[in-house]
């Protein structure tokens, strides 16, 4: 059996930069095949061409619960400026630096030590231990676990993704939805005006409005605040020429309380108050991920990991929430899975230049995720 470093070193050095997202199969079949040696039944499932996701099953003695483990095996693409190499996985001290170590193959590592660890003594789970190694995460996940629950191909009584926490447990995540605005109004000799209707003029309009309809007073315990943030313009065409066409890029993001049709239809009604005679916009969704929460019911899974984490390391862990989005959502308002995010490594060094992971957090998830497995099936 690899360690931890070598297999983590071995997946970094399998470029699944995303965008272009088509290097999926070589990272599978190497998982695949791992798993297949130590005693999984392993499934390819290509959602296109070349996006080609794995599942491995473990079945234990009485086949109920299952629990889930789930990680993507894309990386956003690594960027200029790095002072280590980033598809090498090197080593410097205790942190190994590349493009996915944290974001998330030294997770997809433990988890792979910690399910070949559970194959050594099968008959002591009960439940089936279920993984899931995804593609395209990182550009919305939808032929990746989306694919997967679509097809019923994925179904688990409790769920963790391993995206990077620093082992923080998070029940609950913010939504987002990224919404791109065109202004249109008719262009005119700058030194008549008048005669047209400034487009870049109703985006700023709509910009001061906008940014009015985030609500200032909606909290929450874990998650903070909704935000909104206006992150790209790009409008008109010469100093002396009133502008025809403006477009904004829109980045809101949406506590468990929101829903992305509400929100939509408030920026809709916003626009529409300022809106100049003569001007139309055309509103187009770019990324839209909902918040989740678990309930109090679905908590099981939180408490199992806290334990675990106490097991394995000494130490108390804190409950949280997650800011940006990940799979989680997927599995939790489509699959009805609860579940929560855990795992290694620190999400400030996401995808960043020298992105790197400490390798005794992997080697302490590896323990985690084992110990676990072994509660939540036993
Ligand atoms: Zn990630």
Redesign the pocket.
Known sequence: MQSELELLRQLVRIRTENPPGNDYREVATFIGEILTKAGYEVSYIEAAPRIVNVLAKLRGTRGYPTLLLNG?LDVVPAGEGWQHPPFEGVSDGDRVYGRGTA??KGAIASMIVAAQRIAQQPQAIAGDLLLAFTAD??TGGLNGVKFLLDKQLIQADFAIVG??TDFEVRPCQRGALWLEIEFRGRSAHGSLPHLGVNAVEMAAEAIAALRRTCPANLSHQLLGSPTLSINRIDGGTKVNVIPNRCRIEIDRRMLPEESASEVEAAIRSTIDQVKLPGSEYALTRMIHAEPFELVAGQLRIAEYCEKAYKQATGRETARTGELSF?DARLLVREGKIPTVIFGPGLDSV?HITDEYIAVNDVIAAAEVYYLLVHDVLG
């Open positions: 993507h974001d998330m995460e990182e995206e990077p990940t996401c």
